[in-house]
């Protein structure tokens, strides 16, 4: 089994920027690829963006530009850094592991962007 927890979702100002987190509970090893999705009220999870153990980075469109999805093996952590925030970015954040056969979530993270 294997534990994501999300940190660092909160309130701000559109403009502004939040760095997510994603603590991974053990080393994981072999091909995988982490992601972040989102889920806004009302509407159907997204993925927003995944890196494969590779370091092969993918982005929703909307995102491009403004979010940089990164990984620190050696601290078994995710990272998100979301740049220059939308009002419609708001959304539960999730931390996902797929390892192929098997799939993990987060319990989420809430980000609001509102003045």
């Known amino acids: 089994q294997v534990q994501l927890v999300e940190s660092g979702g909160g309130l701000v100002q559109p403009g502004g920027s939040l760095r997510l987190s994603c603590a991974v509970s053990r080393l994981i090893i072999g091909i995988y690829t982490m992601g972040w999705y989102r889920q806004a009220p009302g509407k159907q999870r997204e993925l927003v963006a995944d890196i494969t153990s590779a370091g092969l980075t993918n982005y929703v469109d909307s995102v491009k530009g403004r979010f940089t999805i990164s990984g620190d093996n050696a601290k078994n952590m995710l990272y998100l850094q979301m740049n220059s925030l939308k009002s419609e970015d708001t959304a539960v954040y999730y931390c996902?592991?797929?390892?192929?056969?098997?799939?993990?979530w987060g319990q989420g993270t809430q980000v609001t962007v509102s003045s």
């Open positions: 996902n592991l797929d390892l192929g056969t098997m799939n993990f």
